[in-house]
Structure formats: C-alpha cells, structure tokens
C-alpha cells in the first residue's frame, strides 16, 4: 500500500482550493488572464473541479484537466456531471502531458507544480502552450535557503524533495523559455492549517491520515515565516523557437 500522502488528505477531506488565499485569491488571478469564449484551458491539478467549473460558467470557454489522485479525479467527475458541464478530464502527469505541441491558451497550475519535477513540468507547460500562451502558478517557495533538517520536516508532510525559492523558480522559468514573466502576487503562509468544522468528514480519515492532519498543523504554525507562495504569470513567446 502507497504511503498516505498530503493529496490524500485533501482528497478524503474534499479540500477545495487549498493553497494559500484560497477561491478568492483564484478568482482574483484569473481577470490577469485574456479568457474568452474560444480560449482552450489546461487545469493542471483540478482537485475536486471547483477552479474549472468556476473558469467554465465564468467564460463558457473549452476547459481540459488533469490529476493523479484517484479520488480526486473521483469528486472532480462528479461535480463535472452534477452540473452538466463539458469539462475534460484526464489522469496524467505534469511531466509527461498527453496532448500535442501548441495546445493550450492558458494553463494553470495552483499548489501542483512545486509537487513535481519542476524543470520536466515546466517543458511540458511550455510545448503545449500556444505561442503567446500564458501559464498561471500558484507554487509554494521558501523565504530563504532551507537546511537539511528543515527540507526533511517539510517532505515528511508534503512529499516535497526540495522546496524552491523566488529566485530558484525564476533560473527555472528562464531555463525553460518563459522570459517573459512576473510576480503579481506573494506572501508568507500564515492561517491555512485544515480546522475541524462540521462540514469537513473527519471521520473517514484513517489513522495515518489523522496523523498526518496533526503533522500538517504543527508545519504550518512552525514554518508559518519560512514557507511562502508566489503568483507567477508567465508568457510563451509570440515566435516559436
């Protein structure tokens, strides 16, 4: 049996929008974006659909998106067909997209890519966007250079290898051929441990999984001026290399 992991959570939970601002911050972000009608949207990590579900009643535009958790794919199919919408859904990889070249108008990324091979995603946005596509990140970064024992604490709830920093990212956007880009939003991660409300089903957490909710608070109330996120808005060059 696989280790229980921090999407399983999420996942059992039905989190929704669990990165740092939340729904808010998303529908915030999303006017930065030039979505209309005929825009086609690759969501990478959808969750439970509520980011696609919002773009698709929002601009009614063709929406395409993909996750690795099964029951995440799971609440985002049934949301999908509650509301009879016309969304795509795939279980891929962020390294590995299974689309042709020069696809996507937009892709989005919220709290998914710094959970990847960072440099292997980054070429993948890169081929399927279109020329002149845009990519939209949400992505955790560190405040600083983290110690051995601090990356370990932190892969022990996230599963993260290495946590990046502003500029780590930046040396990774370049490197893949997104010079065009900038920060529009960024802050420390302050008041985004999971509480218990009634609407959360705490019950069907298994042990490991209460265990890790516990291990994920006390992270986030230790790490809370360390671990931070950033907005990255990043633009596919106009002409194709």
Aim: glycine fraction near 6%.
């Amino acid at each position: 049996m696989d280790k229980f992991s921090y999407f399983d959570l999420l996942a059992i939970l039905n989190i929704e929008d669990a990165h740092p601002g939340g729904f808010e911050l998303t529908k915030g972000l999303v006017k930065f974006l030039p979505l209309t009608s005929n825009s086609s949207v690759l969501e990478v990590g959808c969750g439970s659909g509520n980011t696609a579900c919002y773009l698709y009643e929002k601009y009614k535009c063709s929406i395409t998106t993909i996750d690795l958790n099964d029951q995440m794919l799971i609440n985002a199919k049934k949301r999908f067909r509650r509301k009879n919408y016309p969304i795509n859904i795939y279980q891929a990889n962020a390294e590995d997209l299974p689309f042709k070249d020069n696809t996507f108008d937009v892709i989005i990324s919220e709290s998914v890519t710094s959970f990847t091979n960072i440099e292997k995603s980054l070429k993948e946005y890169y081929r399927v966007l279109k020329n002149g596509g845009y990519l939209l990140a949400i992505e955790m970064t560190t405040e600083r250079p983290l110690i051995l024992k601090e990356q370990n604490e932190i892969e022990a709830v996230y599963g993260i290898r290495k946590t990046r920093t502003v500029k780590e990212w930046e040396i990774f956007f370049k490197k893949t051929g997104f010079n065009d880009y900038k920060i529009i939003r960024g802050d420390t991660i302050i008041n985004t441990s999971i509480k218990p409300t009634p609407s959360l089903p705490f019950h069907k957490l298994p042990p490991e999984g209460m265990d890790m909710l516990h291990k994920f608070q006390e992270l986030i109330v230790r790490y809370k001026d360390v671990l931070g996120y950033r907005v990255f808005l990043c633009k596919k060059s106009e002409i194709s290399k």
